[in-house]
């Protein structure tokens, strides 16, 4: 998996791939990790532009830019889940630097939405029309419409009659006062994680992100999950925090399936981690 950061680090050649780390792969400003491990990478441009002031009061109603943020955001606790839930986060195995994992980012599968929002959120972006609000992830250069015109989230969606599920499923908003940005998100494909720490969904689930922009440089996230069938109750998934982009530049970040391939043959499972602990 390869991430191209083009504002900060210029292209690097990779070592030999026997030569490195069973558990880390250094490569253009990134330095791969199991869960748990310490992170070691250059500063991002999240934290060399964090410590910035407010910049002034918020704009009213206007998201519009980019923004730079954390590796990770801060994640949630899970309630309990139901059988169903249970049954189904025993099969999942968060390790994408395992060959035994079945975390879909290991062959880099696209992340699907929440995931979008809780794991690699280092930029995004907004794009104000006047009828959707376009929702730009740097990760994989993602991209979700969502939509203000009136209309409602799509009913039985993956049954007879009803429309397909997606990756990033089905998106509407609103503004709650002047600087709150709510998204209410559907009909995502339950392949999907909600997060790195491999939980499941249902296609039912229902997510609410509420984007509060706190002052003109500040934009703060929260990611609330309602899915009955898997959950006992609704819960924050996770917290983020966004900081102003100056020259509305972001990096460019992809996951490359022939380079993920590459170290899953000739680093992952020459080192054993086939063999990885299962997380239960």
Known sequence: MKMRNLLTFPPIALAALTTLSSVALA???????????????PPSLYQKIQNTGPGGPAPRRDLSGS????????????????????????????????????????MCDPFGFPRSATNETRGISFAQMPDRIVIMTQYQKVWRQVWMDGRGLPKNVGAKGGPDSRWYGYSIGHWDGDYTFVVETTGVDDSTWIDRRGYPHSV????????????????ELTVTIDDPKIYTKPFV????????????EDEEQLCVPSEAISYLNTVAIPAGQDKATDKK
């Open 237 to 248: 998934i996770a917290t983020n925090k966004f900081k102003w982009i100056p020259n509305q």
């Open 27 to 41: 490569q253009e400003g990134q330095v791969f990790r199991r869960p748990g491990e310490p992170e070691q990478r």
């Open 67 to 106: 923004w730079a943020g954390p590796l990770e955001p801060k994640a949630g606790e899970v309630p309990p889940m139901t059988a169903l839930g249970q049954t189904r986060f025993k099969l999942n195995v968060p390790d994408p630097f395992s060959a035994r994992s079945n975390d879909p980012w290991a």
């Open 204 to 219: 039912e689930m229902h997510v609410e992100e509420r984007y509060t922009r706190t002052s003109h440089n500040d934009l």
